[in-house]
């Protein structure tokens, strides 16, 4: 099945001009650019212009919880301004992660009240994980499943791999348990573990993550783009080429 292909900017942000990026990405074949707050935090009418000349699209975004939760019609605004459908709360603070299962349930309550808010507006709402999600509490319980327990089934979920895998959890189970609501993947890629360079991380395929199991699955989610990204890589656009080429043996181009 063919998908679009977008790249999470957090990737090369240690790597300006954004406008090389966009440059460098289009060359490859990118169809997308998935943006984190500081890309487009400036001026969303001129990120739009820059993905625009670039020949690029956005269909989704990196917000910060606290700032969508408090003030969602802003977030609304940037996501019209810059053409993406999906917003996408990414992470929690250490301060602000529940240490209850009550607490996490309420965190999902607050998503299902911005979801609303914003599909008003044709507009939808994902969660995006990190490991932490997946450890359990002392009763037992996985934040995950607490937070989109209180959020509803109209919440989303943007699931990353390699923090299931660095968080205790088995993609493929994941990935079956959670497909009905994954508007998009995230399909990042984590080296065994105690690995030290570029913080462990690697282009997809180059990882523990067992991509060939989980590919036929992905036909089954709602998700119609994939999203690459690394957090610490040494180099940006071999990155974006050696899992764009990874995703293509796949047969993610059809």
Known sequence: MPYKISFQLYSARNFPPLESQLE?????????????????????????????????ACYGFHLPFKGLTADPRRFIDIAKTIGAWLLIPPYLEPQDRPATPDG???????????????????LKLAWHNHDFEYRRLPDGSRPIDLLFEGAGS?????????????????????????????????VKDTAPAGTAAEGGWTAMGDGVVDWKA??????????????????EPAD???????????????????
């Open 24 to 56: 460098g990405l289009a060359a490859i074949g990118y169809d997308a650019v998935e943006p984190w707050l500081p890309a487009y935090e400036a001026s969303a009418a001129e990120f739009r212009r820059k993905i625009d000349a670039a020949g690029l």
């Open 104 to 122: 996490w349930r309420a965190i999902g309550r607050e998503l299902g009240r911005v979801r609303e808010i914003v599909a008003a507006d044709g």
């Open 154 to 186: 109209e919440v989303g979920y943007e699931i990353d791999f390699a923090w299931v895998v660095r968080g205790g959890g088995d993609p493929l189970t994941e990935l079956k348990h959670w497909k009905d609501r994954l508007y998009a993947i995230q």
């Open 214 to 231: 989980l590919w036929p699955l992905f036909s089954e989610t709602p998700a119609d783009h994939l999203v690459v990204e690394h957090d």
């Open 236 to 254: 940006w656009r071999a990155l974006a080429q050696r899992s764009y080429d990874h995703l293509v043996k796949l047969g993610a181009r059809g």
